[in-house]
């Protein structure tokens, strides 16, 4: 079965790694990342999978750090922007990848492992959460997300609609933006659907 993707760049997953990093908030100016290989099976799903692109094992695995930190980056910042974590440090980390296509993660605050809430992003994809509550893995997390923004983009298209909404948004193509929501959501489906991409979310080697 071919790999789906979201964009160019991407390649077949092969090696796996636990990613987190620790942010001190936005005054902080400081963070680090860590990976390990975590040979916990009940550690399994946070596992993240580098690239087998002909690299040496660390050039993928450092290719993959610096794109994982990105993005967890990205996401972490913009959990600050919208006051779901204030100035507090954060630890954000992978659950699950295709490397240089999407990551599924859990960002929560330093201090308390145990309130998180689900963060996806990608190349060509939103950057998002949900509330841990709404799943309890991360395929289920990407079904979520898929949902999610079908609902969006059904309400970004009415906006073009002759009943007044259009008047508010001015200029602005929502019918496009809608179409774009809903063809990342149905690729965002695909990918839950296919069984193969999911069995290569293993434990680490050895």
Do not use: C
């Not at 990342?33 to 009940?42: G, L």
């Not at 596992?47 to 930190?69: C, H, L, M, V, Y």
């Not at 990205?74 to 954060?90: D, I, N, T």
Request: net charge negative.
């Amino acid at each position: 079965m071919p790999q789906r993707q979201f964009g160019a760049g991407a390649s077949r997953p092969r090696r796996a790694y636990n990613t987190a990093f620790t942010s001190g908030g936005p005054a902080a100016g400081s963070r680090r990342t860590k990976v390990e290989q975590d040979n916990n099976p009940e550690s399994q799903h946070e596992g993240a999978t580098g690239p087998d692109n002909g690299d040496s094992p660390e050039e993928q695995r450092d290719a993959f750090i610096a794109w994982a930190k990105t993005k967890l980056d990205g996401a972490a910042r913009m959990l600050r922007e919208k006051g779901v974590y204030a100035a507090q440090p954060v630890e954000a980390r992978v659950s699950w990848t295709i490397p240089n296509q999407v990551l599924i993660g859990k960002v929560r605050r330093a201090d308390d492992p145990q309130d998180f809430v689900w963060v996806i992003a990608g190349e060509d994809l939103p950057t998002d959460h949900a509330e841990a509550a709404i799943a309890a893995e991360p395929r289920d997390v990407a079904r979520h997300f898929a949902l999610k923004w079908h609902l969006d983009a059904a309400r970004l298209e009415g906006l073009d609609s002759a009943d007044g909404p259009r008047t508010r948004g001015g200029d602005v193509d929502w019918s496009g933006i809608g179409e774009g929501l809903t063809a990342r959501a149905e690729a965002l489906y695909r990918f839950v659907d296919d069984e193969e991409i999911w069995s290569r979310n293993v434990a680490p080697d050895a």
